[in-house]
T-cell receptor
């Protein structure tokens, strides 16, 4: 079964700066999907960004972008111009038939 | 109204009691999932269903059972709750084709005393 590892339990960043959250995964599949979800204190799970493994181009959504390294099985999330509202838990997830999540990184954006 | 609705949102119960968490969706998705979230462990898959007649165990199914009553309804039961089942439980849905994301309910926080 695939595993997803987030090695940074907690991170902090100053408002307006850039932060990168790390994620690695293990799979023998060649076709799969990767996601980053955000969970603010409201506990709602919100999709941040999605990457399809067969696409070499890194996905971007406004201030959020990923660095997808398929050979290294790495999928990091970069948040640019951090805002106070970005404070949340961030989960990396891998999907083929079902979706598996990493343990999460708690990000705090400081004013 | 939410596309994926979970009831109850919060529940406190005692050891040994039977508990059912319910999930209904209006997205028309065939696939439905139950996860539990624990601090430091992320979300772990309990059960998932690809349609009414197709139910599969996830990585932590022991102590849980599910029922897919209809395409739109997927319930999770704890037959005899124990304290280490205290957690935040999420229901999620997904369309069948492609690699689309999961759509989550708002979560059900269960405390077993």
């Amino acid at each position: 079964a695939q595993t997803v590892t987030q090695s940074q339990p907690e991170m902090s960043v100053q408002e307006a700066e850039t932060v990168t959250l790390s994620c690695t995964y293990d799979t023998s599949e060649s076709n799969y999907y990767l996601f980053w979800y955000k969970q603010p204190p409201s506990r709602q799970m919100i999709l941040v960004i999605r990457q399809e493994a067969y696409k070499q181009q890194n996905a971007t959504e406004n201030r959020f972008s990923v660095n997808f390294q398929k050979a290294a099985k790495s999928f990091s999330l970069k948040i640019s111009d951090s805002q106070l509202g970005d404070t949340a838990m961030y989960f990396c997830a891998f999907m083929d038939n079902d979706m598996r999540f990493g343990a999460g990184t708690r990000l705090t954006v400081k004013p | 109204d939410a596309d994926v609705t979970q009831t109850p949102r919060n529940r406190i119960t005692k050891t040994g009691k039977r508990i059912m968490l319910e999930c209904s969706q209006t997205k028309g998705h065939d696939r439905m999932y139950w996860y539990r979230q624990d601090p430091g462990l992320g979300l772990r898959l309990i059960y998932y269903s690809f349609d009414v007649k197709d139910i599969n165990k996830g990585e932590i199914s022991d102590g849980y059972s599910v029922s897919r009553q209809a395409q739109a309804k997927f319930s999770l039961s704890l037959e005899s709750a124990i304290p280490n089942q205290t957690a935040l439980y999420f229901c999620a849905t997904k369309r069948t084709s492609g690699g689309g994301e999961l759509f989550f309910g708002e979560g059900s926080r269960l405390t077993v005393l």
